[in-house]
């Protein structure tokens, strides 16, 4: 059987991975600036993950939400310590795209209504209802297409209020940061005003943290910088380290009903295990403070680099902006000098996701081969 060719491949095949680096099945050492999409949050391999993983699934791996796993809570009560939300529920499922999608189902269930709201350059996932709120019509079918939706642009808050006014609006949801869109980052005094006006109109303000959450801005959520406080979060990626893991934090102002969401793997005890983990390696090793510090630190060595037009992003969550399009650039780096880096619909635009105990040699070790890589392109 042939696999479903989707994918567009690079021909390297990893098999090993060890804090910020990958090894290919011919032993070449690659440095990993994307974490497979930023998901590689604590490193690969860290001791801690691999010890608590490996623990778990000598006892018991898997069995259903119809039995209680005490684990859940443990995750559910760390997460609430470590990021200092308060007052919320949480409930697991396994992807972002899934969170999304229970996130915009429990709207509609509070709100009774059926329209959502999504802003210019979106990406919330590519299941049925997320793809409709997500700003590429080249990934929608046209069953994807019968959702009701409304994209407005990004920043736009007098064109936000025009459309809840209409009063038909389940929930606005929006990225505080963009990621596949191009790290583009609206002010406090929107999404300030975005708040204001969900709460008016009795509409469900969801933040999507799924990419630039738990810990990769520097703040453990991308919206606390802002001073809001969104009726849902979302979060996946970097919530498992690689373990496919997701879910959803509800404000308790929204009631749960028995059936209303459901989910056959997710808050299984080896996600819950690996999940756990990676909040205790991210208070240990203070890992949202490494954010932050390496954050100026490439600020200070992306001055150095006249090639760069631009520095976007915060923490972790990085984007270099170039006068070119950097797709050459990129292979470049992953075949010559064996880095691992992302794009965006920002053609230009580099995206920089590396784990988030990175060190600064590593940075130093990157831009030393940028500086090299972009000889070619003076």
Do not use: W
């Not at 060190?359 to 940028?370: V, Y």
């Amino acid at each position: 059987m042939d696999l479903f060719d989707v994918y567009p491949l690079y021909d390297i095949t990893p098999v090993k991975g060890e804090g910020a680096y990958v090894f290919d099945k011919e032993g070449n050492k690659y440095l990993d600036l994307y974490g497979g999409h930023a998901v590689i949050s604590i490193g690969h391999s860290h001791p801690a993950y691999v010890n608590a993983l490996s623990h778990q699934v000598k006892n018991i791996g898997f069995y259903s939400n119809s039995v209680k796993n005490p684990l859940q809570t443990e995750l559910a009560q760390k997460l609430e310590k470590l990021s200092g939300v308060e007052a919320y529920s949480l409930f697991l499922c396994n992807s972002g795209a899934e969170a999304n999608e229970n996130a915009l189902k429990l709207a509609s269930f509070h709100t009774g209504k059926d329209r959502v709201i999504y802003f210019e350059n979106a990406f919330h996932g590519r299941t049925s209802g997320v793809v409709a709120v997500t700003d590429n019509e080249t990934i929608k079918s046209p069953f994807n297409k019968g959702h009701k939706t409304t994209k407005v642009a990004f920043e736009d808050a007098e064109a936000l209020e025009a459309e809840l006014k209409k009063e038909d609006v389940a929930a606005v949801i929006f990225e505080v940061i963009q990621g596949v869109g191009g790290l583009d980052e609206a002010t406090s005094e929107f999404y300030e005003r975005a708040a204001e006006l969900c709460k008016k109109y009795k509409t469900v303000l969801i933040a999507d943290e799924v990419q630039a959450g738990y810990g990769r801005t520097g703040d453990f959520f991308a919206f606390q910088k802002h001073g809001i406080r969104p009726d849902i979060i979302s979060v996946a990626k970097g919530m498992g380290n690689g373990f496919p893991m997701g879910g959803i934090l509800i404000d308790k102002a929204i009631e749960p009903k028995n059936g209303m969401l459901g989910t056959t793997f997710g808050g299984n005890h080896l996600a819950c295990v690996a999940g756990i983990s990676v909040l205790d390696v991210i208070e240990k090793e203070q890992l949202l403070k490494n954010a932050r510090e390496l954050f100026d630190y490439v600020e200070e060595k992306v001055a150095e680099i006249p090639q760069i037009r631009k520095l976007k992003g915060r923490g972790l969550m990085i984007g270099l902006e170039f006068d070119f399009e950097i797709a050459g650039l990129r292979k470049d780096l992953l075949f010559r000098h064996q880095i691992f880096t992302g794009a965006a619909s920002n053609k230009k635009l580099l995206r920089i996701l590396p784990p988030l105990n990175i060190k600064k040699e590593q940075f130093d070790a990157f831009f030393r081969e940028l500086k090299t890589a972009l000889k070619k392109y003076e």
